[in-house]
């Protein structure tokens, strides 16, 4: 397997710009998580999807920010629009679920997408 | 107060030498612990999972004491190679909370 695989790996923008990330889990894990993270704040969840429905969004900072999860092997994190504040690495993780098998609860990430918003 | 609370860190130590890690955890209804591991720059990667009977992979022993919501990592005959920063995982019902992470250099 591939692992977890994110797009881009890096993007730039200026401000006010619309930002899409991309994610495609481990094929078989049923839980997909979005992590933001800066030095001020450490590792943040922002939503995380089991079996492609969102479960916990409480993290989402505000309403420009926006997750959807359309199948089991693709999510999308977007940003509209995107602010200065919003510059971090934002990481997707996926994992089996509590009753999958060994190695529930185990994240795996993806390398993650580093943005810069000017 | 954070829902994850590890030492702040960092620690400088030489090759060779022994270091032990401090992590507290507010959420007693928390399941499942783990520690992770991140290079500069890189993704957390699983260094391994804890369990309520204390557990060793190799150099590292892990430990939780659910009484006091504290899991600890010790790390012994240090490598350079450990250098790295070590992240304290809780997960409730499928929500993993990290800590922010600390810090261990390991010089020659």
């Known amino acids: 397997d591939a692992g977890v695989i994110q797009s881009p790996r890096h993007e730039v923008t200026e401000m006010g710009q619309e930002v899409t990330l991309r994610c495609k889990p481990i094929s078989g894990h049923n839980s997909l998580f979005w992590y933001r993270q800066t030095m001020m704040r450490g590792l943040e969840l922002l939503i995380y999807?089991?079996?492609?429905?969102?479960?916990?969004d409480s993290g989402m900072p505000e309403d420009r920010f926006s997750a959807k999860m359309p199948n089991a092997s693709f999510s999308t994190l977007k940003i509209q629009p995107s602010e200065p504040r919003d510059s971090a690495v934002y990481f997707c993780a996926s994992s089996l679920t509590p009753g999958q098998g060994a190695g529930a609860n185990v994240l795996t990430f993806g390398a993650g997408s580093r943005l810069t918003v000017l | 107060r954070k829902e994850v609370e590890q030492d702040p860190g960092p620690f400088n130590v030489p090759e060779g030498a022994t270091v032990a890690f401090n992590c507290t955890y507010s959420n007693s209804a928390s399941q499942s612990f783990f520690w992770y591991r991140q290079d500069c720059r890189k993704e957390p990667k699983l260094l391994m999972s804890?369990?309520?009977s204390g557990n060793e992979d190799g150099r590292f022993t892990a430990q939780l004491n659910r009484a006091s919501q504290y899991i600890s990592l010790l790390i012994r005959d240090s490598k350079l190679s450990d250098s790295a920063t070590y992240l304290c995982?809780?997960?409730?019902?499928?929500?993993?909370?990290f800590g922010d992470g600390t810090t261990l250099t390991v010089k020659p």
């Open positions: 999807f089991n079996n492609n429905v969102p479960i916990d």
């Open positions: 995982v809780v997960n409730d019902a499928g929500k993993s909370t």
């Open positions: 804890v369990y309520s």
